[in-house]
């Protein structure tokens, strides 16, 4: 069964720190992988794309992916508490680019004033 | 990014009635949508693709008859929950693939069901 897993959390930083999120993918041909915030409530909100092993740096966002070790990470620098959310990893494991996405369970971040 | 609206963003019915939700990509045109539900302290789980023109594609475990969606145009899907009962209660999400190759998918804000 194709799987992403994650951390659930909750995982708590200082205001200003680094966030740290890891997720790990069972498919080892996915080749399309998601960052999405979702706050309380509301729907996911797609913060980070990545396709290529690296980094990939948006704002205060990078994306980490390492395809042979089927890892991606992302991480947050000057975390606000505004981050304060669950951060969702998704994987398209599905066949051609519209495949579907497969979703952690999220990682619970709390950043502390 | 891509816009995607819901509507409605809340209801509560009476259970054995009927409920239908609408899903509009406001400007791009959408060849697939995805339906999501997650239940409370859960992850998203795809219920069924939408398919404009043609049958939606269902995930194992989801019933059809259940759960009707109609992909009319190429910015509408809906999505039917018949005869509601108090477990369909949960938060129904839908999204459209868009941007390069239509590998990024953009959500709509959802759709909180309630079933009394």
């Known amino acids: 069964q194709k799987e992403v897993e994650q951390n659930s959390g909750p995982l708590s930083v200082p205001e200003g720190a680094i966030a740290s999120l890891n997720c790990t993918y069972s498919d080892r041909v996915s080749q399309s992988f998601f960052w999405y915030r979702q706050y309380s409530g509301k729907s996911p909100e797609l913060i980070m794309s990545?396709?290529?092993?690296g980094d990939k740096e948006d704002g205060r966002f990078t994306a980490q992916l390492n395809k042979a070790s089927q890892y991606v990470s992302l991480l947050i620098r000057d975390s606000q508490p505004s981050d304060s959310a669950t951060y969702l990893c998704a994987v398209n494991m599905g066949r051609g680019s519209q495949g579907n996405l497969i979703f952690g369970k999220g990682t619970k971040l709390s950043v502390k004033p | 990014g891509a816009v995607v609206s819901q509507h409605p963003s809340r209801v509560i019915c009476k259970s054995g009635t009927s409920v239908k939700i609408e899903c509009r990509s406001l400007?791009?045109?959408?060849?697939?949508m995805f339906w999501y539900r997650q239940f409370p302290k859960q992850s998203l789980m795809l219920m069924a693709t939408s398919n404009e023109g043609s049958k939606a594609t269902y995930e194992q475990g989801v019933e059809k008859d259940k759960f009707l969606i109609n992909h009319a145009s190429l910015t509408l899907s809906t999505l039917t929950v018949t005869s509601a009962h108090p477990e369909d209660s949960s938060f129904y999400i839908c999204?459209?693939?868009?941007?390069?190759?239509?590998?990024?998918?953009?959500f709509g804000p959802g759709t909180r069901l309630t079933v009394t």
């Open positions: 999204s459209a693939p868009t941007g390069t190759g239509g590998r990024e998918q953009y």
């Open positions: 400007d791009f045109q959408a060849t697939t």
């Open positions: 990545i396709y290529s092993n």
